[in-house]
């Protein structure tokens, strides 16, 4: 069965730090593109970061650009968003997400989706 699981979620106080991962199971991951979306409470879903097949090519909405890391591990079929300086507006719903070899920020291409992990920063 093909599938993603996002794990790692959890509450962090503003300033904190949070890693979530993303494994695949029935697939591998290393002939695909790899994105990390959100979507909080009211909001559309929005593109966090992507990361290509083979890791060289990385792309990071602005909201959070230099705080968050995308990363991948192949060989243990599975990505990672390293999340730091966390911000109340951080606070979402994160999925995973592939749609093949798509490199964009947008939710349109990715047919394939985790069920995603709360995280909630907060004071």
Same mark, same amino acid.
């Given at each position: 069965?093909?599938? %993603?699981?996002?794990?790692?979620?959890?509450?962090?106080?503003?300033? $904190?730090?949070?890693?979530?991962?993303?494994?695949?199971?029935?697939?591998?991951?290393?002939?695909?593109?790899?994105?990390?979306?959100?979507?909080?409470? $009211?909001?559309?879903?929005?593109?966090?970061?992507?990361?290509?097949?083979?890791?060289?090519?990385?792309?990071?909405?602005?909201?959070?650009?230099?705080?968050?890391?995308?990363?991948?591990?192949?060989?243990?079929?599975?990505?990672? %968003?390293?999340?730091?300086? %966390?911000?109340?507006?951080?606070?979402?719903?994160?999925?995973?997400?592939?749609?093949?070899?798509?490199?964009? %920020?947008?939710?349109?291409?990715?047919?394939?989706?985790?069920?995603?992990?709360?995280?909630?920063?907060?004071?």
């Amino acid at each position: 069965q093909v599938q %993603l699981v996002e794990s790692g979620g959890g509450l962090v106080q503003p300033g $904190g730090s949070l890693r979530l991962s993303c494994v695949a199971s029935g697939f591998s991951l290393d002939s695909v593109t790899i994105g990390w979306f959100r979507q909080a409470p $009211g909001k559309e879903r929005e593109g966090v970061s992507f990361i290509s097949s083979r890791g060289r090519i990385t792309t990071y909405a602005d909201s959070v650009k230099g705080r968050f890391t995308i990363s991948r591990d192949n060989a243990k079929n599975t990505v990672y %968003l390293q999340m730091s300086r %966390l911000k109340p507006d951080d606070t979402a719903v994160y999925y995973c997400a592939t749609g093949g070899r798509s490199l964009s %920020l947008s939710p349109r291409p990715y047919d394939t989706w985790g069920q995603g992990t709360q995280v909630t920063v907060s004071s």
